[in-house]
């Protein structure tokens, strides 16, 4: 009977769990599939994507973004975008960007402070110069990703290098795919907290059932504790989830802030005939 009992309760915890695994892998072979270059069908796509509770990391959720919504840009441009949003602190954007696309012709001192001027940027606030021990140069600027933005749509193009504002538009297509991966993510743990909710409930009753059933077989048998124990982790699961929707209340007014940037940012482009 003390077998009965304990391979009956993992049985029941296994086959539940189970249904809520998805893979990456898989995802290619959807039935959802869109393809267009305006991001119109992609608040569809987010919702699909979190209603099947297929989970992504950020750096997947743009590589899926670039092949459905605009395949024909430059892939290789996403990795830095992803690396400014994500890194820690202000001054996160080196000045070897400014060089590779297309900002300055060259990384003199001279050259780069010129075109900061000219930019109307000021130091400390958009950028910073710092000394270095290295050659061949003397001194690094590092740039905030706003600064870097601002740069992209409104510097000239330098000679053959690439065009700054056609990445400049592009960058401002990679923050709405970020706002939507935003939404995505918290969808995604609504969703997982709900259905983590009828686990715990659907376990919760086979377990008071096993209880009810085999408590005084248990008792004699000494797995009543066992019994106890599982039925105390998922009340204590059933509390982690009431935190982990707090964190999401606070997630969605911190999201909210972020789409009112972007809007922002919109129209002041728009209205320099810019975007």
Known sequence: MNYLIFFSVIKLLREQRGTLSYSFSNLQHRAFVVMDTDLSGASDYVKYLADTLTKLTVSEFFKEFHYRFFTSEDPSFIPLFLELVTLPGDFVVHQSNLLEYGIVPSLTLRVVKNK?????????????????????????????????????????????????????????????????????????????????????????????????????????????????????????????????????????????????????????????GQY
């Open 116 to 272: 900061f001027d000219k930019l109307g940027l000021i130091d400390a606030n958009d950028y910073l110069l710092k000394e270095v021990y290295k050659e061949p140069l003397a001194h690094e600027f590092f740039l905030t990703p706003e600064a870097f933005r601002f740069c992209l749509l409104r510097a000239p193009r330098c000679g053959n290098k690439k065009n700054p504002y056609d990445y400049g538009r592009y960058f401002l297509l990679l923050e709405k795919v970020y706002s939507f991966y935003q939404t995505y993510r918290l969808s995604y743990l609504e969703k997982l907290t709900e259905a983590d909710h009828v686990f715990i409930e659907q376990n919760m009753q086979k377990i008071n059932n096993l209880e009810y059933r085999y408590s005084n077989q248990a008792e004699e048998a000494g797995m009543y504790e066992l019994v106890q124990f599982i039925k105390t982790t998922n009340e204590r699961m059933e509390q982690k989830l009431h935190e982990i929707q707090n964190e999401i209340n606070k997630f969605r007014s911190s999201l909210s802030n972020v789409q009112d940037e972007i809007c922002e940012i919109r129209e002041i482009a728009e209205n320099a």
